[in-house]
């Protein structure tokens, strides 16, 4: 039998905030101290902070040259003037030399507080490239690449030659740009700079060569991700920043771009921010008179438990916007998948070419050319689609098709398990002579009722287009088009409306695009797309949740729908313990979406699968 302690118990065996500060500076939890914006006003060169994750080695050494300042090595008191950054020429102003020894002290390495670097611009040849360095020891790069310079301003773009630092006669390049950003407001809390220099690879190469050289044990190539851990150590972003700056760095189309967007300002944090603490403060009113009462009986509780219940239903419905939201995040974020299903010679895959702008599927007059899955991604009206061109589907009973080999099979079975994992289905049919000689008629598919059917027996989004429509007169077309009509009601039933649009491929192939009506299909199919990820104005805001938060958000949603069971129970009565643990999972999944709390579990192991995206 599983024995819950009481709330009071679990909560008061975390240490609070006003006793982490009791502490010595050192032992105290660096995620706490950051969460509350504290900051170290004293210039060690290592403290030691402490979280029940982790240990984290950090240098906290900050020189602020907004004032004029010195530095000074730990091993001597002597101190060289870096002047005044007010109204200073910074391309004419030399420093007094510095000595090599003196800044390599001041600058000696802790494992996890070395200096990182990278190129951040893409790799290859171009007019410009940017190099970024973070860490302590970014002035030492400086004062190392460009001897003899004063620092520039903070935040001014300066114009330096940068020099080998084992030799100040090798020029690396004569006009590269210069930025300083000092401590803690940059993009990663820590001293930063950032070298444009040109974008020549061997200039590349060499500067970022020599950086290296300056001191290894020191300054080091940066790791995959590692300037975005940084920033999330030192509180710059949290875990759903991180995620919507990764989507907005793979964003291909403009919704994508939107979507990704949406996730950057950190609003959504705060709202999961303020989820949890409301989640705290009810568990900290709860646990108290929970532990006064022998037999942990709601009745003792009569007064606060109806207002946390009510709380808690609250946040149910905003869970359910959150999760509705994330599921059309998700389909702009990965692709709509859109697949073309019909039967033989309906001309899926001359209207598939024509989407993709290529020969990409074959097309021929024999039925069953198709066999596999053919796939192409293309960027729709904003929108990221991928879509499949699959087998022709007909019945092995049909006297006409009772040839179908083995492999037109298995091309049949793979088209409808496609259709059926597709977001959207666009029905292919296509103007066929009467078999009775009356003219055109237009065939249906029978399993087309089945197929568009998902998992909850809800009917897909589902587009209908009626190919060779050049085979037709205007006033045949009217009446085709009506008995087709009808004959997808009672083919559908009453499942749904759904859009009907004509097109001629024979057109589109010839450059009659008028005619050829791919625009109408195009326009029909993006808006199907709207009413998929179309959210209201007043929460747009939630397409920004992502499929890892919207998963976290399930798992709360799961433990508060059994806080709701257990107290609301009636007869056995209701234990308190079992109710405020609960409640305490719940807080926990909504730590995990920003990991910037304690109670956030292995924020390391999150990080990675974080970055695994």
Same mark, same amino acid.
């Given at each position: 039998?599983i024995?819950?302690?009481?709330?009071?118990?679990?909560l008061?065996?975390?240490?609070?905030f006003?006793?982490?500060?009791?502490?010595?500076?050192?032992?105290?939890p660096?995620?706490?101290?950051?969460?509350?914006?504290?900051?170290?006003?004293?210039?060690?060169?290592?403290?030691?902070?402490c979280?029940?994750?982790?240990?984290?080695?950090?240098?906290?050494?900050?020189?602020?040259?907004?004032?004029?300042?010195?530095?000074?090595?730990?091993?001597?008191?002597?101190?060289?003037? #870096?002047?005044?950054?007010? !109204?200073?020429? $910074?391309?004419?102003?030399?420093? %007094?030399?510095?000595?090599?020894?003196?800044? &390599? @002290?001041?600058?000696?390495?802790?494992?996890?507080?070395?200096?990182?670097?990278?190129?951040s611009?893409?790799?290859?040849?171009?007019a410009?490239?940017?190099?970024?360095?973070?860490?302590?020891?970014?002035?030492?790069?400086?004062?190392?690449?460009?001897?003899?310079?004063?620092?520039?301003?903070?935040?001014y773009?300066?114009?330096?030659?940068?020099?080998?630092?084992?030799?100040?006669?090798?020029?690396?390049?004569?006009?590269?740009?210069?930025?300083?950003?000092?401590?803690?407001?940059?993009?990663?809390?820590?001293?930063?700079?950032? #070298?444009?220099?040109?974008? !020549?690879?061997? $200039?590349?190469?060499?500067?970022? %060569?020599?950086?290296?050289?300056?001191?290894? &044990? @020191?300054?080091?190539?940066?790791?995959?991700?590692?300037?975005?851990?940084?920033?999330?150590?030192?509180?710059?972003?949290?875990?759903?920043?991180?995620?919507?700056?990764?989507?907005?760095?793979?964003?291909?189309?403009?919704?994508?771009r939107?979507?990704?967007?949406?996730?950057?300002?950190?609003?959504?944090?705060?709202?999961?921010?303020?989820?949890?603490?409301?989640?705290?403060?009810?568990?900290?009113?709860?646990a108290?008179?929970?532990?006064?009462?022998?037999?942990?009986?709601?009745?003792?509780?009569?007064?606060?438990?109806?207002?946390?219940?009510?709380?808690?239903?609250?946040m149910?419905d905003?869970?359910?916007?959150?999760?509705?939201?994330?599921?059309?995040?998700t389909?702009?974020?990965?692709?709509?998948?859109?697949?073309?299903?019909g039967?033989?010679?309906?001309?899926?895959?001359?209207?598939?070419?024509?989407?993709?702008?290529?020969?990409?599927?074959?097309?021929?007059?024999?039925?069953?050319?198709?066999?596999?899955?053919?796939?192409?991604?293309?960027?729709?009206?904003?929108?990221?689609?991928?879509?499949?061109?699959?087998?022709?589907?007909?019945?092995?009973?049909?006297?006409?098709?009772?040839?179908?080999?083995?492999?037109?099979?298995?091309?049949?079975?793979?088209?409808i398990?496609?259709?059926?994992?597709?977001?959207?289905?666009?029905?292919?049919?296509?103007?066929?002579?009467?078999?009775?000689?009356?003219?055109?008629?237009?065939?249906?598919?029978?399993?087309?009722?089945?197929?568009?059917?998902?998992?909850?027996?809800?009917?897909?989004?589902?587009?209908i287009?009626?190919?060779?429509?050049?085979?037709?007169?205007?006033?045949?077309?009217?009446?085709?088009?009506?008995?087709?009509?009808?004959?997808?009601?009672r083919?559908?039933?009453?499942?749904?409306?759904?859009?009907?649009?004509?097109?001629?491929?024979?057109?589109?192939?010839?450059?009659?695009?008028?005619?050829?009506?791919?625009?109408?299909?195009?326009?029909?199919?993006?808006?199907?797309?709207?009413?998929?990820?179309?959210?209201?104005?007043?929460?747009?805001?939630?397409?920004?949740?992502?499929?890892?938060?919207?998963?976290?958000?399930?798992?709360?949603?799961?433990?508060?729908?059994?806080f709701?069971?257990?107290?609301?129970?009636?007869?056995?009565?209701?234990?308190?313990?079992?109710?405020?643990?609960?409640?305490?999972?719940?807080?926990?999944?909504?730590?995990?979406?920003?990991?910037?709390?304690?109670?956030?579990?292995?924020?390391?192991?999150?990080?990675?699968?974080?970055?695994?995206?």
């Amino acid at each position: 039998m599983i024995q819950h302690a009481p709330a009071t118990a679990r909560l008061c065996a975390r240490r609070t905030f006003a006793q982490n500060w009791e502490l010595p500076f050192t032992t105290r939890p660096v995620l706490t101290a950051r969460r509350h914006g504290q900051h170290s006003p004293i210039p060690k060169e290592a403290n030691t902070f402490c979280s029940h994750q982790r240990l984290f080695s950090t240098i906290i050494g900050r020189h602020n040259i907004r004032e004029k300042s010195t530095i000074t090595t730990p091993c001597q008191k002597s101190s060289v003037k #870096l002047g005044d950054e007010e !109204g200073v020429n $910074t391309n004419d102003v030399e420093l %007094s030399p510095l000595t090599k020894g003196k800044l &390599q @002290a001041q600058y000696e390495p802790a494992s996890d507080s070395q200096t990182i670097y990278a190129l951040s611009t893409a790799a290859g040849r171009g007019a410009i490239a940017i190099i970024r360095i973070s860490g302590p020891a970014c002035m030492l790069i400086y004062h190392a690449l460009c001897p003899r310079k004063k620092l520039p301003r903070e935040r001014y773009a300066t114009v330096r030659a940068l020099h080998h630092p084992k030799d100040t006669n090798n020029i690396l390049d004569s006009d590269a740009i210069v930025l300083y950003f000092a401590a803690p407001h940059t993009a990663t809390g820590e001293d930063m700079l950032e #070298l444009h220099v040109h974008g !020549g690879p061997a $200039t590349v190469k060499a500067v970022m %060569s020599a950086i290296s050289e300056v001191n290894s &044990q @020191a300054i080091r190539a940066a790791a995959p991700g590692e300037f975005t851990r940084r920033a999330f150590y030192n509180d710059r972003l949290d875990l759903g920043q991180i995620e919507s700056l990764g989507d907005t760095l793979s964003a291909e189309t403009e919704f994508q771009r939107r979507a990704a967007l949406r996730g950057r300002s950190g609003e959504l944090s705060r709202i999961y921010e303020d989820w949890r603490n409301s989640l705290i403060e009810e568990l900290a009113h709860a646990a108290a008179d929970t532990d006064h009462s022998e037999e942990h009986s709601l009745d003792d509780m009569a007064g606060i438990w109806p207002g946390i219940i009510k709380k808690v239903e609250m946040m149910q419905d905003e869970i359910s916007d959150h999760r509705f939201g994330a599921d059309r995040g998700t389909l702009l974020r990965r692709g709509i998948q859109v697949s073309l299903i019909g039967l033989p010679n309906a001309g899926k895959s001359s209207l598939f070419n024509q989407i993709v702008g290529r020969e990409a599927s074959i097309v021929n007059q024999q039925a069953g050319t198709t066999r596999d899955v053919v796939e192409a991604t293309v960027d729709l009206r904003g929108y990221l689609c991928t879509f499949a061109d699959t087998a022709g589907v007909r019945a092995a009973d049909v006297v006409d098709d009772a040839d179908i080999d083995a492999i037109e099979q298995e091309g049949i079975k793979r088209a409808i398990a496609k259709a059926k994992d597709a977001d959207v289905i666009v029905y292919v049919a296509s103007i066929e002579p009467d078999p009775q000689g009356h003219g055109y008629a237009i065939p249906t598919m029978k399993e087309l009722a089945s197929i568009i059917q998902d998992d909850n027996r809800n009917s897909k989004p589902l587009l209908i287009v009626v190919n060779k429509i050049d085979r037709l007169s205007p006033s045949q077309c009217i009446d085709t088009m009506d008995s087709f009509t009808q004959d997808i009601h009672r083919l559908l039933g009453s499942k749904g409306n759904y859009p009907i649009i004509h097109t001629s491929v024979t057109d589109a192939a010839a450059g009659r695009s008028k005619e050829a009506n791919i625009g109408g299909f195009s326009r029909a199919l993006t808006h199907l797309f709207h009413e998929l990820t179309h959210m209201p104005v007043e929460l747009e805001h939630l397409i920004g949740v992502t499929e890892r938060q919207s998963q976290l958000l399930q798992s709360c949603s799961q433990h508060l729908e059994k806080f709701l069971a257990e107290a609301s129970r009636i007869a056995p009565p209701p234990d308190n313990s079992i109710a405020t643990y609960h409640l305490e999972l719940a807080a926990k999944c909504l730590a995990e979406v920003t990991g910037r709390v304690e109670g956030a579990g292995d924020v390391e192991e999150i990080l990675g699968v974080v970055f695994s995206k």
